[in-house]
């Protein structure tokens, strides 16, 4: 990868950057974009645009955009981000994210459409006990994410965390024989001790 970049931070506090990169890449096998949708093994020279925009930090609610068009293998792709974030109270954070991957291939008739939806929330109710909590859906999997995290910090360098996991498949019949509706499901209790030499 190889191109030139500008960045730009503004008075206000909002900065950003603008990149045009050329890229070569050499794939020694298909890659795999979905089961309808792959590139075929070779060797492959594009440019891409890509734009990123963050508001101020010290405002209430923020907003970050990711904006990427171009050439992808030998057809074009057009993802854009989008991730707002809100300070409800200096104790709570939200955070929904969205993103979009669209890829065209024209020569071979292929495309390939993404949606990927997150909410993060983070939550502190002093400096020692805080707990954060993530939830995704990916349309291009048709699957749900949760995790959730309680994080005891009794002192620096001692930490006791409570985590849950789980994977929800939101379309079973997508696969033969028909997926089960959790994908996964993870309760784990970690502790973390870091000793002065």
């Given at each position: 990868?190889l191109?030139?970049?500008?960045?730009?931070?503004?008075?206000t506090?909002?900065?950003?950057?603008?990149?045009l990169?050329l890229?070569a890449?050499?794939?020694?096998?298909?890659?795999e974009?979905s089961?309808r949708?792959?590139?075929?093994?070779?060797?492959?020279?594009?440019?891409?645009?890509?734009?990123?925009?963050?508001s101020?930090?010290?405002?209430?609610?923020r907003?970050?955009?990711t904006?990427?068009?171009?050439?992808?293998?030998?057809?074009?792709q057009?993802?854009?981000?989008?991730?707002?974030?809100?300070?409800?109270?200096?104790?709570?954070?939200?955070?929904p994210?969205?993103?979009?991957?669209?890829?065209?291939?024209?020569d071979r008739?292929?495309?390939?459409?993404?949606?990927l939806?997150?909410?993060r929330?983070?939550?502190?109710?002093?400096?020692q006990?805080s707990a954060?909590a993530?939830?995704?859906?990916?349309s291009?999997?048709d699957?749900?994410g949760l995790?959730?995290r309680?994080?005891?910090?009794?002192r620096?360098?001692?930490?006791?965390?409570?985590?849950?996991?789980q994977?929800?498949?939101?379309?079973?019949?997508?696969?033969?024989p028909?997926?089960p509706?959790?994908?996964n499901?993870?309760?784990?209790l970690?502790?973390?001790?870091?000793?002065?030499y």
């Amino acid at each position: 990868m190889l191109g030139p970049s500008w960045d730009f931070a503004l008075k206000t506090g909002a900065f950003g950057q603008l990149t045009l990169d050329l890229l070569a890449e050499d794939l020694e096998e298909d890659f795999e974009l979905s089961a309808r949708t792959w590139v075929p093994a070779g060797t492959y020279t594009s440019w891409e645009l890509n734009g990123y925009y963050a508001s101020p930090y010290g405002s209430g609610l923020r907003r970050d955009f990711t904006l990427v068009a171009g050439q992808f293998y030998d057809g074009w792709q057009l993802p854009l981000g989008l991730t707002p974030a809100w300070s409800v109270s200096r104790h709570l954070e939200l955070k929904p994210e969205y993103q979009l991957d669209l890829a065209r291939f024209p020569d071979r008739d292929q495309h390939f459409l993404s949606h990927l939806f997150r909410l993060r929330a983070r939550l502190a109710l002093d400096t020692q006990l805080s707990a954060s909590a993530f939830a995704q859906y990916n349309s291009e999997e048709d699957a749900v994410g949760l995790n959730a995290r309680l994080r005891y910090n009794r002192r620096e360098g001692d930490n006791l965390c409570l985590v849950y996991d789980q994977g929800i498949n939101t379309d079973r019949q997508r696969a033969t024989p028909a997926l089960p509706r959790t994908a996964n499901h993870t309760v784990l209790l970690k502790y973390g001790r870091t000793f002065a030499y």
